[in-house]
C-alpha cells in the first residue's frame, strides 16, 4: 500500500538471513529485475549505497545495520520502462537524452535524487506517482544559458518551476521522439530508443535500510 499523508513509511524490522544486499544503483537494478523476471512477490533487499538509499537518508552502519533493531523495512514503488517494445526496470530514475547541454530531455522519477541531483524535490518511493520532466518535447528546450543556470540549482531542487521544463505527477506516459534518444535507468545506459512508455508500479519491491 503506498504511502498515505502524515503517515509513517515502513516498519521496524531487519533484513533475513541470506537475502541479497545492493551497494549501487547497478546493482540494486539487477537484482529488482531478476526478482521481476521470477514474476514473485517482492522478497526484502538491503540497501547500502546508490540513489535509493541516498534518499532514505544515508543511513550509516552498512551490512550490520541491515541486521540490528534499528533497521526498517517499507515498500517501494518500481519504474516500469518499455523502450521500443523492449521491458526494463529502474528503481528511481528513467532519463532519455542526448546532451544535458542541448535537445529534448526527459526524466521519469520515482523519488527525488538521481546522483547529486535532485531532479524530483516533491517525489516519494512509494506516493504511487511518477514525477516526468521535460524539454524540448512538449515545449521549447531551455537555452543553454538556462540548462547552465538550472544544473546550478540542480542540487537543491530550486531549478522548478520553470516554462521551459513541464513537470507531471502520473502513473504512466508514453512518448515518441523525433530521433533517438540514448536511455539511462539508474544512472546505467541501456540503448537508444525513438518510442518509450514508463510507468509506476506501486508497491513492487520491498527494502531493508
Given at each position: 500500500?503506498?504511502?498515505?499523508?502524515?503517515?509513517?513509511?515502513g516498519?521496524?524490522?531487519?533484513?533475513?538471513?541470506?537475502?541479497?544486499?545492493?551497494?549501487?544503483?547497478?546493482?540494486?537494478?539487477?537484482?529488482?529485475?531478476?526478482?521481476?523476471?521470477?514474476d514473485?512477490?517482492?522478497?526484502?533487499?538491503?540497501?547500502?549505497?546508490?540513489?535509493l538509499?541516498?534518499?532514505?537518508?544515508?543511513?550509516?552502519?552498512?551490512?550490520?545495520?541491515?541486521?540490528?533493531?534499528?533497521?526498517?523495512?517499507?515498500?517501494?514503488?518500481?519504474?516500469?520502462?518499455?523502450?521500443?517494445?523492449?521491458?526494463?526496470?529502474?528503481?528511481?530514475?528513467?532519463?532519455?537524452?542526448?546532451?544535458w547541454?542541448?535537445?529534448?530531455?526527459?526524466?521519469?522519477?520515482?523519488?527525488?535524487?538521481?546522483?547529486?541531483?535532485?531532479?524530483?524535490?516533491a517525489?516519494?518511493?512509494?506516493?504511487?506517482r511518477?514525477?516526468?520532466?521535460?524539454?524540448?518535447?512538449?515545449?521549447?528546450?531551455?537555452?543553454?544559458?538556462?540548462?547552465?543556470?538550472?544544473?546550478?540549482?540542480?542540487?537543491?531542487?530550486a531549478?522548478?518551476p520553470?516554462?521551459?521544463?513541464?513537470?507531471?505527477?502520473?502513473?504512466?506516459t508514453?512518448?515518441?521522439?523525433?530521433?533517438?534518444?540514448?536511455?539511462?535507468?539508474?544512472?546505467?545506459r541501456v540503448?537508444?530508443?525513438?518510442?518509450?512508455?514508463v510507468?509506476?508500479?506501486?508497491?513492487?519491491?520491498?527494502?531493508?535500510?
Open positions: 500500500m503506498t504511502i498515505q499523508r502524515n503517515q509513517p513509511w516498519t521496524a524490522a531487519t533484513l533475513p538471513e541470506g537475502a541479497p544486499i545492493a551497494g549501487s544503483n547497478a546493482e540494486l537494478r539487477r537484482l529488482i529485475t531478476c526478482q521481476r523476471a521470477a514473485r512477490p517482492p522478497s526484502p533487499i538491503g540497501v547500502t549505497g546508490g540513489d538509499w541516498r534518499v532514505v537518508g544515508a543511513p550509516a552502519g552498512g551490512a550490520e545495520r541491515l541486521r540490528c533493531e534499528i533497521a526498517r523495512t517499507a515498500p517501494v514503488d518500481l519504474i516500469e520502462v518499455v523502450a521500443d517494445e523492449v521491458v526494463h526496470w529502474a528503481c528511481v530514475h528513467a532519463i532519455a537524452r542526448n546532451s547541454w542541448r535537445g529534448p530531455a526527459m526524466a521519469a522519477m520515482s523519488a527525488d535524487l538521481a546522483g547529486e541531483f535532485r531532479l524530483a524535490p517525489a516519494h518511493p512509494n506516493d504511487g511518477l514525477h516526468v520532466l521535460t524539454t524540448g518535447i512538449d515545449q521549447p528546450a531551455l537555452s543553454l544559458a538556462q540548462r547552465v543556470l538550472a544544473r546550478q540549482r540542480l542540487r537543491s531542487g531549478h522548478l520553470h516554462p521551459a521544463i513541464a513537470m507531471r505527477r502520473v502513473t504512466s508514453e512518448f515518441q521522439f523525433g530521433k533517438p534518444l540514448g536511455l539511462w535507468l539508474d544512472g546505467e540503448g537508444r530508443c525513438l518510442e518509450l512508455t510507468t509506476i508500479q506501486p508497491d513492487a519491491a520491498l527494502i531493508v535500510f
